[in-house]
């Protein structure tokens, strides 16, 4: 009909929405493919890496501190903490004497009983003392070894082969063969040249100290030879001289020894490359004789 509108119909195509977010798989999917090539590059490197490498890592991912142990010359970290109510590292069990009191009747006695009770007090609490000013020069002494082989670059790759610790007889600062990197080259006492180097700078820091200092030397048990106890005391001699080159006066050498592989820092693996090390101990010094008193 002429008088009809013609109807007319509008079509609106709507546009899809992957143009939007249609790549975002591909960046999930690369995160995945990131993710398995990292685990599967440490699974290698765990599966390559030697137990002293294992350990090397450990080490240097550990906390900056000096372990308070009692371990003479065992294994790391391998003795036993001697506290109040724990057993002696040696086996040896601590014996309490208690003297019964003078008598009333023999004043002189008693007198004489009291001055030597409080000679021993004071004998005690002077030693106390000292040990406790000792340890934290050792903490010092410690604390300034690792800064010097931080700010040094060529002795910063060093760090995870040095250990720090406290021993009954002292400071004791260990020197550790790593496989691909030793102290010494193979089958001589002539150090590498990291090694004079960090000889050097732990010389003259612990020449700030008047302890005496026992250096000793020790070889892994991979040759059997006998000559490992010559070459054990020549490379023990040599670390005496670069000590003395950093500023270590003569006359605080107490003793220079070859111990080969009779003490070995890993028994459990006596060839390991970290059996092969040196070990300079500042002695904790025994504190003087006050003056008046019987030696």
């Known amino acids: 009909m002429a008088g009809d509108h013609a109807v007319i119909i509008k ?11 249609g790549g975002a798989w591909k960046v999930a999917y690369a995160d995945f493919v990131t993710a398995m090539m990292a685990f599967f590059l440490l699974m290698w490197l765990i ?3 030697t137990p002293e490498q294992k350990r090397g890592i ?16 065992g294994g790391v970290l391998g003795g036993k ?23 009333p009747s023999s004043p002189v006695k008693s007198l004489a009983n009291g001055q030597t009770q409080g000679g021993m007090g004071a ?3 002077h030693s106390a003392d000292t040990n406790a000013a000792q340890d934290s020069d050792f903490a010092h002494a410690a604390e300034a070894i690792r800064q ?7 002795l910063a790759n060093l760090s995870h082969q040095v ?13 550790v063969d790593q496989d691909g990197r030793p102290m010494f080259q193979q089958g001589t006492n002539e150090p590498m040249p990291y090694a004079k180097k960090l000889l050097a700078a732990v010389g003259g820091i612990i020449d700030t100290l008047p302890n005496r200092v026992s250096i000793s030397g020790h070889t892994s048990a991979d040759g059997g030879a006998g000559g490992n106890w010559e070459l054990s005391a020549a490379r023990a001699n040599a670390a005496r001289g670069l000590l003395q080159s950093g500023g270590l006066s003569s006359d605080r050498i107490y003793e220079v020894a070859g111990k080969a592989g009779s003490e070995p820092l890993l028994p459990e693996n006596p060839a390991a ?3 092969r090390r040196l070990s300079i101990v500042l002695l904790r010094e025994a504190p003087p004789t006050p003056p008046g008193r019987p030696l």
């Open 11 to 21: 079509r609106i195509k709507k546009g899809g929405h992957g143009g939007h977010h």
């Open 47 to 49: 599966n390559t890496t």
């Open 58 to 73: 450990a080490d240097y991912f550990a906390p900056q501190s000096i372990a308070q142990t009692v371990s003479g010359s």
């Open 81 to 103: 903490v001697l506290g109040e109510e724990s057993a002696h590292a040696g086996g040896a069990q601590s014996v309490m004497q208690r003297q019964s009191p003078p008598s």
């Open 123 to 125: 004998d005690a609490a």
């Open 148 to 154: 010097a082989m931080q700010n040094n670059p060529d």
């Open 163 to 175: 250990m720090l610790d406290q021993t009954p007889q002292g400071l004791r600062i260990q020197l």
């Open 273 to 275: 490359s970290a059996n």
